[in-house]
């Protein structure tokens, strides 16, 4: 077979991209089979307590309107897998927001019509949804979300810090965060035969498939999920959403197709959100600025429905020298909408509080913030003591130092000025876990020379169907043009979904192992394909099953420069670059793409994105984009992603790494730390608005 000409790490272009910006490319909210109706979902507007009645004459004479369903009348589900899909099935609410009811019209016009003349009835209870360092109703969970340990202690922590010459005991806080991708979630469901399908924006149409088959009481066969355009997710899709099964009990109450695509203005309490963390990190280190002592205690919430632990001290366990170290999480069981995964769930918001701390500390001892993280590198991964497969953190370091030219500021605080404006300079590490699970793909030789990969994997704007093919032309030696890709739909090979940045590893691992067996099977071959062609097929179920003895992660280094307007209190980021250390890179041009699709959400997390829950009420009262503000172009006037070559035989066979999150850990703590450079004022708290900064300014 011929030598493929867009080998590994080429840019090759989305093979998407035309049907994207050509409007072609069709996602679960276009479409539209003859005799669709149209749902619109209600939501509880009291924070805890009962619906006591539904009124729902006005609604159902609405014309248009053909059903309302509530807990009376909606269809019986089974016990989910997640209790959040427990839809109404009951009068209990949970919290604000909580689905009750759902109409269902000819036109999406009439359906909100109808839902806004229902008539609520309810029995309040008293709520909380404050989170606080001391609530009383804090408690240590047996595991934090990943499944790791909630409390790991190593050595003697309290005698090491209370000997320790130079100490820092700062607690840092980070509200709740939203995902809001550009997609809001929808499904569209149609029932035939006794067989459901369902487009829906899902991050994986297995998963999904998989929570319908065990809600609704059918067989996974019985089911077809397709989710062949997804316009982002940061987590929020990442398993089904209570408007997949909405969706597909208004079909079956029906006997009519039924799309529902929830509002915006809904988001916030139904498809989860980044937790509120309150952190507080103690670092001991000696005159040199060697870790002695490192503890790093998280307290979030959850809500009554389900437990959801944000796993923000996982991180302390792997990144410097702590031979004593304590590492923990407690959680309160709120009022409150059930948290969830959001782009970097756990290093996101732990690395801020990490990374500020370690700058506090070598503001303390007058050490370059660069040269104290290098002098705390670690031989092996300090909580299991295995040797990392590879750790790239140094390097990322000295070259996001040259680049961006980190030598030659001044390291006293509040020195720069540019008019108004004050600058300063901020770094910070990052890291994110190498995961992977087991995947299956096939692999098909059409007698005109072209080949087809089918693997059920899911591209939420990544460029997947991209890295894919050029995966599989890789292993087949043959131009990535003649490789088609088929994703997607859950008829498709099992696959996982797109999340813990490990979908490439996953996938690919499966199309690579399918594509090299076909590629021998071709060799072996004689004469005239068949008709039908060959097809192999692979499952990595044994090599996602051995424990690695590796530490494997991604490590990256970012840098800020930020200016602060003294008048305004005005924060804008002039720079910011980074470098990582992710293995192999697979597409540069997607992958440059990613990380600063990452960095930006990053500078978010740091001065814009905010949510806050109201206390009387008990809603999030940033709900939309007007009032939760995610950047703008304008925010980010000069960003830059590099990446180190890094080759590591220990993680699968492209020896990739996962590049989706990694971008976002660090920069939120690198802007936080140029700020402090800027100012002489180190704020503790996210974002880091102007009136917060003001009362620091001269």
């Not at 089911?223 to 987590?235: C, Q």
């Not at 790494?657 to 140029?674: D, H, Q, S």
């Amino acid at each position: 077979m011929s030598h493929a000409p867009h080998p590994l790490g080429a840019p090759v272009v989305r093979h998407e991209a035309l049907d994207k910006v050509t409007g072609t490319a069709r996602y679960a909210a276009e479409h539209t089979p003859p005799g669709c109706l149209y749902a619109w979902p209600v939501p509880a507007t009291i924070a805890a307590g009962r619906v006591t009645a539904v009124r729902t004459a006005d609604a159902l004479a609405v014309p248009g309107v053909h059903a309302v369903l509530t807990h009376e009348n909606a269809p019986r589900l089974k016990e989910p897998d997640d209790p959040i899909l427990a839809v109404l099935q009951d009068d209990r609410v949970p919290h604000h927001g909580w689905y009750i009811a759902l109409v269902v019209a000819d036109s999406l016009e009439s359906a909100k019509e109808g839902a806004g003349v229902l008539r609520i009835e309810y029995a309040r209870a008293p709520h909380d949804v404050t989170l606080t360092e001391d609530h009383p109703g804090l408690y240590t969970p047996e595991q934090a979300n990943g499944g790791h340990p909630a409390v790991r202690e190593r050595g003697d922590f309290d005698g090491a810090f209370a000997a320790a010459p130079v100490q820092i005991d700062a607690t840092y806080r980070l509200g709740a965060l939203h995902n809001h991708p550009m997609e809001p979630h929808a499904s569209t469901a149609v029932w035939a035969d006794g067989h459901l399908t369902v487009h829906d924006s899902s991050q994986g149409s297995t998963a999904v498939r998989d929570s319908l088959a065990s809600v609704l009481g059918l067989e996974p066969s019985q089911i077809t999920v397709v989710s062949e355009h997804v316009g982002g997710g940061f987590g929020s899709k990442g398993t089904a959403r209570p408007q997949v099964v909405l969706a597909a009990m208004a079909a079956r109450h029906t006997g009519r197709p039924v799309k529902l695509s929830l509002p915006r203005s809904q988001l916030a309490a139904v498809v989860g959100h980044r937790a509120p963390t309150v952190q507080r990190v103690r670092l001991g280190a000696d005159l040199d600025g060697i870790l002695t002592a490192l503890a790093h205690e998280a307290v979030t919430h959850t809500s009554t429905v389900k437990e959801f632990v944000e796993q923000a001290a996982v991180p302390a366990r792997t990144m410097y020298i702590s031979p004593h170290s304590r590492t923990t999480h407690r959680v309160a069981a709120l009022d409150v909408p059930s948290p969830s995964w959001m782009r970097a769930p756990g290093e996101a918001s732990g690395m801020y509080a990490l990374e500020s701390a370690m700058d506090e500390l070598a503001c303390a001892l007058g050490l370059d913030p660069v040269e104290l993280r290098l002098r705390n590198e670690p031989a092996s991964e300090p909580d299991s003591g295995r040797p990392f497969s590879s750790r790239g953190l140094s390097a990322c370091l000295r070259e996001g130092a040259e680049r961006f030219g980190w030598y030659d500021r001044d390291p006293a605080p509040a020195t720069r000025r540019d008019g108004p404006w004050l600058l300063g300079t901020g770094v910070a590490s990052a890291t994110y876990p190498v995961l992977v699970s087991r995947s299956s793909a096939s692999a098909h030789a059409a007698p005109d020379g072209g080949f087809r990969i089918a693997v059920n994997a899911t591209d939420i704007g990544t460029g997947a169907r991209t890295v894919l093919a050029q995966i599989a032309a890789s292993a087949l030696g043959t131009p990535v043009e003649n490789v088609r890709i088929a994703i997607g739909d859950s008829d498709l090979p099992t696959a996982p979904l797109a999340g813990g940045s490990s979908g490439t590893a996953s996938w690919g691992w499966a199309v690579h192992k399918a594509a090299a067996a076909l590629a021998a099977r071709l060799d072996e071959h004689t004469g005239a394909l068949p008709a039908d062609g060959l097809t192999v097929t692979a499952d990595t179920e044994q090599e996602t099953a051995a424990k690695s003895p590796y530490a494997r992660h991604a490590f990256g280094a970012h840098f800020a420069e930020a200016a602060v307007d003294t008048v305004t209190g005005e924060i804008r980021v002039r720079r910011l670059l980074g470098v990582y250390a992710a293995g192999r890179i697979l597409n540069s041009r997607t992958a440059r793409s990613q990380f600063i699709g990452g960095m930006v959400m990053g500078l978010g997390m740091a001065l814009t994105e905010g949510s806050t829950l109201d206390p009387v009420f008990g809603d999030f009262t940033q709900s939309d984009l007007a009032s939760y503000h995610v950047p703008a172009h304008a925010d980010v006037p000069d960003i830059q992603a590099h990446w180190i070559e890094e080759e590591d035989p220990h993680l699968n066979p492209m020896g990739s790494k996962g590049i989706g999150e990694i971008g976002t850990v660090g920069t939120a703590a690198a802007i936080g730390n140029a700020v402090r450079h800027a100012t002489g004022a180190r704020l503790r708290e996210l974002p880091l608005t102007p009136d917060r900064l003001l009362p620091y300014l001269p």
